[in-house]
């Protein structure tokens, strides 16, 4: 997709969601979506756009990815206390954490067969479920 129409679709695509299209927003939604599906950290974000040269702080880069994900643009997944990753792929579907290296996978929804679920407190529904299975490499086998 050649830039100017992604510029174009990306300046809809943050109209449609409620957001003013400024420069920052632009050029990290175009560091977000231009390359499909994805999983990155704030912290991630920030240095790939400190390398496209795209003038942002950390902190601009977290305000950002909130403003998105309550706008329903990114979906946030929370694999630790202190460690969030933002998915644009925003359908249900569930994640593999790698906990050695980081890595975040997808899970198709329809690849997990969720048993009964417990009733919800009283006055409360359920309104999502996600699994989050936490992997690690194996170690190579000796030899």
Do not use: C, W
Request: zero cysteines.
């Amino acid at each position: 997709m050649d830039r100017p129409r992604t510029h174009t679709h990306n300046i809809e695509r943050l109209k449609a969601a409620g957001l003013r299209p400024t420069r920052q927003r632009l050029a990290l939604a175009q560091l977000l979506f231009g390359t499909g599906d994805r999983h990155v950290t704030a912290e991630q974000l920030h240095g790939e756009a400190l390398e496209a040269r795209v003038p942002v702080s950390l902190a601009t880069v977290y305000n950002t990815l909130h403003q998105f994900t309550e706008s329903g643009l990114l979906r946030e997944v929370v694999v630790e206390a202190s460690r969030s990753y933002f998915d644009t792929n925003t359908g249900r579907h569930h994640h593999f954490f790698v906990t050695d290296s980081g890595d975040l996978m997808d899970i198709p929804a329809g690849d997990i067969a969720l048993g009964e679920l417990p009733l919800p407190p009283e006055g409360t529904e359920i309104d999502s479920v996600e699994v989050i299975i936490r992997v690690r490499r194996e170690p190579r086998a000796a030899g």
